[in-house]
């Protein structure tokens, strides 16, 4: 069974400085994709960014990006240039092909301006 | 098409009542999932189709849950003799095939 562990669930920032969210999983899968979805108050899950499990480079969209570490099964998420905007629950998610979706519990961010 | 949409997007109701909730997906993705959602958690998988055939159910869907997706387009989840416990906010979420899910607004349902 997969599980994806979040370990910060609040986190703060400075807007306009960078924040980086972390993210375990566990899968015994070799192929997989990763995802970090962001749900601000009271609004739909939208997609940050996704990561295919057999590409090595770091996904990235514009301003977010992605440290993926296959060996240690890790995938955190880094925020730079950080707005108000961004403030909101962000959900690791771990996906084998084929397979549901299993979430993390979120971390909360919170940018201070 | 602008995307997953829910409906209702509340429902409050009472304990012992049945209420039904619907989805409607992008149009061209196959596959369509459930989710359940409690405050500040992270969703919980309930069930998934592929077009008509729902292929996965979790543990979490007691008899009292029922999903339909007759002729592979929107669905449908029933929940039977609700319960306190059901209170929660139902996640629908559509792809194409295994690619990236799309999550509609989701219905907040109150159970009192």
């Known amino acids: 069974a997969q599980t994806v562990t979040q370990s910060q669930p609040e986190m703060s920032v400075q807007e306009a400085e960078t924040v980086t969210l972390s993210c375990t999983y566990d899968t015994s899968e070799s192929d997989y994709y990763l995802f970090w979805y962001k749900q601000p108050p009271s609004r739909q899950m939208i997609l940050v960014i996704r990561q295919e499990a057999y590409k090595q480079q770091n996904a990235t969209e514009n301003r977010f990006s992605v440290n993926f570490q296959k060996a240690a099964k890790s995938f955190s998420l880094k925020i730079s240039d950080s707005q108000l905007g961004d403030a909101a629950m962000y959900f690791c998610?771990?996906?084998?092909?084929?397979?549901?979706?299993?979430f993390g519990p979120g971390t909360r961010l919170s940018v201070l301006p | 098409d602008t995307g997953v949409s829910q409906d209702p997007r509340h429902k409050i109701t009472k304990r012992g009542q049945n209420v039904t909730f619907r989805c409607d997906p992008i149009?061209?993705?196959?596959?369509l999932y459930w989710y359940r959602q409690t405050l500040g958690q992270g969703p919980e998988f309930l069930t998934y189709?592929?077009?008509?055939?729902?292929?996965?159910k979790s543990r979490l869907l007691s008899d009292r849950f029922s999903a339909e997706r007759p002729k592979g387009s929107f669905s449908t989840l029933e929940i039977q003799r609700t319960e306190q416990g059901d209170s929660a906010m139902y996640l629908c979420?559509?792809?194409?095939?295994?690619?990236?899910?799309?999550f509609g607004p989701g219905t907040r349902l109150l159970v009192l």
């Open positions: 979420a559509s792809s194409f095939h295994q690619e990236t899910q799309y």
């Open positions: 189709f592929q077009n008509e055939a729902q292929l996965e």
């Open positions: 998610a771990c996906n084998n092909y084929g397979q549901n979706f299993v």
């Open positions: 149009s061209e993705h196959n596959r």
